[in-house]
């Protein structure tokens, strides 16, 4: 039997419209599920809102609606998104629907029941966008070490999942299973935030303080904090505790993709509470990176939010599926311009696929009646295109498998341009001048059977598009089925092939001075003038001691040396390196930096590090010997 294919995306909080972010991953979803459609593997596509938590009663109250309300009408924005995007899932989730309701509860009672829930008062802080909670040691400089939001002081009675217990399990799972979190360096910032403890999780809010949300079925004064009530829908939503063949037909989830900002959630409440009711693993969390705007994050109120829906009127569903799919390296954070966007479509779809198609069609319709024609006997040429495209098909099914759609997608431009330049060396337009329709017989056969290759790879990036190409291919199936785009001569001679039709008709930037002034601006804003950089007195320091400071558990303090003066600096990287790995170590200090007083420690100056988030933390450091007390410039 094949494989079963399962693929989820998070399901989206109603609380706003949904923007370019939550298009990518279910776009994402959309392509593999397709592709593996095309494989033949069963496949269930699964997305969904999440309409609980205080982040949505809080838009409701500003909307004057109720929660209920709030829900209702925004699901209805992802909808009609999806419907115009072309996705294609197999069902949608909403957690306020009783078919997930009825499996949070049952969940929480069996764990109730089984002492995995207790009750404990909460003393914490509470992030409200990230709907998470912290320990005062978890913030940042009092801030969600998440989000950098501020965060709320909380104390309470509640309950607790005891999850702090599964802590070891749960490494050495992580450990012994490569593929469970992907990419790999995702999986060590999950092992790094393991290493420093896991607490158990508060679960519960009380309804004096928010009411929208599953109620806890032994305990009507409360219900289930959102986290907990919306990572079930992956198990609610293909019959956990409900039916059981269609729950062991697709459980576990072949991949569970989410984006960067949810990986905590994802890969260590849900393997833990999993863990907890006995069920498997999923077998792949993969977390891809932002898109920024600008490099900077969309937000709302910078107004760089890239709408989805705007996109696709403008530029048509399938090139704002194919940029998406194109431009983001998996796993990487990705740059949106609309510039970038004009660019790629201009050169990859108007000039390269869209010339090709109407080369070949054109010569088809004007000199073989307007059917495919016969080809003869495969030249050096013709062997050269066809292995260049059949090698395009091998990399895309390995790169879908990698997880590199834009690798699989840049490897076919590259089997499109070589058709291209395979029409330019063999000339048809000339040869069709010739009384023997033989060479020009082959030479077309060979473009349009590239062509059809092309097609069906990117048939699940672009489907409507692909559909069009099929037709005007006059292939009577126009869904392709892997198979066929791993053989080379499929395509019938004597087809007759469809009307020509602009698949990719060029475009131009719309809106330009208007983009272009409001890019300007932001630039400007950020800019500092060479001399205001020279007022930082960047120096190279030599370590000679580090010590950590006494009930911060973040902090080094460090000794330097720095042209033979000696200096005290305090410094937040203790939980990345160690009071030994520093000692020795060359570094770059900024020496000009008004000295402070860091939890009652003085410190004379600040190292320079990178810091990507609360996880990774790497020093900047000198690239060979040079004295301390270089000036770094
Ligand atoms: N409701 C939770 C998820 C629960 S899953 C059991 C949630 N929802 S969300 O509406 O905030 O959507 C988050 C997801 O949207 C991210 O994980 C990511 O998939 C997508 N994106 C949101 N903004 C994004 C970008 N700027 N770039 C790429 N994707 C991002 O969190």
Known sequence: MKKSFYVTTPIYYVNDKPHIGHAYTTLLADVLARYHRLLGDPTLFLTGTDEHGQKVQRAADRAGVTPQEQADTTVVRFQELWKKLGITHDDFIRTTEPRHARVVQRILQDLYDRDEIYRS??????????????????????TCPECGRAVEHITESNYFFRMGKYQDWLVRYIQEHPTFIQPDFRRNETLGFLRRGLNDLCISRPKTRLAWGIELPFDSDYVTYVWFDALVNYISAIGYL?????????????????????????????????????????????????????????????????????????????????????????????????????????????????????????????????????????????????????????????????????????????????????????????????????????????????????????YPTMPAKMTALRQTLGLSQTKPDMAELKAWGKLPPGTAVGEMTALFPRVKLEREPETKQTRKEPEMEGVVEFSDFKKLDLRTARVLAADKVEGADKLLRLQVEIGGETRQIVAGIARHYSPEQMAGRTIVVVVNLKPAKIRGVESNGMLLAAVAGEDMLRLVTIDGDIPSGTRVQ
């Open 121 to 142: 008062e909460y003393d914490g802080w509470y992030c409200v966008p990230c709907e998470r909670f912290f320990m005062e040691k978890d913030l940042r400089e009092n």
């Open 242 to 458: 409900a039916d059981d063949a269609r729950f062991r037909q697709w459980w576990p989830a072949t991949y569970h993709l989410i984006g960067k900002d949810i990986l905590t959630t994802h890969t260590v409440y849900w393997p833990t509470m999993l863990k907890a009711m006995g069920v498997a693993m999923p077998e792949t969390v993969f977390a891809h990176g932002w898109w920024l705007v600008e490099e900077s994050k969309m937000s709302k109120s910078l107004g760089n939010v890239v709408n989805p829906m705007e996109m696709a009127d403008r530029y048509g569903v399938d090139a704002f599926r194919y940029f998406l799919m194109a431009e983001m390296t998996l796993g990487q954070d990705a740059n949106f311009s609309e510039e970038s966007f004009v660019r790629r479509y201009n050169t990859y779809l108007a000039n390269d696929l869209g010339n090709l198609l109407s080369r070949v069609m054109k010569l088809v319709a004007s000199h073989c009646g307007g059917r495919v024609p016969a080809p003869g006997q495969p030249g050096p040429d013709e062997e050269h295109l066809r292995d260049a495209t059949l090698a395009a098909s091998a990399a895309m099914e390995k790169a879908v498998n990698d997880m590199r759609l834009d690798v699989g997608l840049a490897e076919v431009a590259g089997a499109v341009r070589e058709a291209n330049r395979y029409l330019e060396r063999r000339q048809p337009w000339t040869l069709a001048k010739q009384a023997d329709a033989g060479p020009l017989g082959t030479v077309l056969y060979s473009a349009a059977e590239s062509l059809r290759i092309v097609s069906g790879l990117l």
